[in-house]
């Protein structure tokens, strides 16, 4: 497909991104469509759109899925709000280099995201997923952004808990279908021997996690780094780092399907003219994230 053919067809096309304006159906999906935003005319990369599947090409769109709220990933400031955020405005971005419109679907439990990929609802998942090792076993993905974990809870009693150890014993809250719980057995048999281990507690969005802690019912709260500097920016005062340093620092990954490799290396190729443009790094630092950044976008680097 030539230049002028494909600045032909952006002319008209459009960022589609599906969110909540309601009830979400009993998948857990919303589909109430969000004001469509125009991809810009040029902007193109005719070599990489041919990377795409035939198929994502002659439809014209990819369809992508997220867990919302997650901020500052993607999130809405109020209901039936357009999505925003850090993976919201990084798909766009890719969809415009791609030549493709970005659908996006709102899923609200986070352990939807990985097998509406194997069950090829979607075609991506750009959520804020680890790319870990263990989950390579079933879907891919392209890494684009550098998170950790941290314990957060509230001001008035963080300086209680100095290290992991002080947490042995009592309970923290993480988000159902995260990697989270694995860390929370691996740092009891850590930091715990002789002790009561560190007691886990599930809940689904980040706002319900935050409300266990205040409510008692956890002490700390194991999350990323960018929910909890979102948190503390919009709270200020009211939460704080607790129990040691950062840690486990990993990727970030677009996640496609095992099967899908032609689109993985579509999406890799995108995002890498991204970062090679300026426009990655511009989006980053938007959100305060830059330090984040990746040098080149990778296919499963997670270890």
Known sequence: MSNKTIAGLLAGAALAL???????????????????????????????????????????????????????????????????????????????????????????????????????????????????????????????????????????????FRSVADLCGKTVVAANGTSYFSVIERLSAEHCAGKQPIKSLGAVSAAEQLIQVKQGRAVANLTGLEPQAYQMKVEPGVWAPTAGEPFDRAPYGVVFGKDDEQLGKAVQAGLNELIKTGTYQKILAKWNLSAAAVDEATINGGK
């Not at 352990?111 to 991506?124: A, E, F, G, H, Y």
Request: aromatic share 4%; hydrophobic share 35%; net charge negative.
């Open 18 to 160: 599906t969110a909540g304006c309601g009830s979400p159906e009993a998948t857990g999906t919303t589909t109430a469509a969000a004001p469509t935003q125009s991809v810009p005319a040029g902007t193109a990369n005719p070599e990489i759109h041919a990377m795409l599947p035939q198929e994502i090409r002659d439809r014209g769109y990819l369809t992508n899925t997220v867990q919302s709220p997650n901020a500052p990933m993607e999130y809405t400031e109020a209901s039936g709000g357009p999505l925003m955020g850090v993976d919201i405005d990084l798909v766009q971005a890719l969809g415009e280099v791609l030549g493709v419109q970005i659908k996006t679907s709102v899923v609200n439990d986070f352990t939807q995201l990985i097998p509406s990929v194997q069950t090829k609802r979607t075609d991506i998942v750009m959520s804020a997923v680890k790319d870990l090792k263990e989950r390579q076993g079933s879907v891919s993905f392209v890494d684009y952004f550098i998170t950790g974990d941290q314990f957060i809870t509230t001001a008035a009693q963080a300086s209680s």
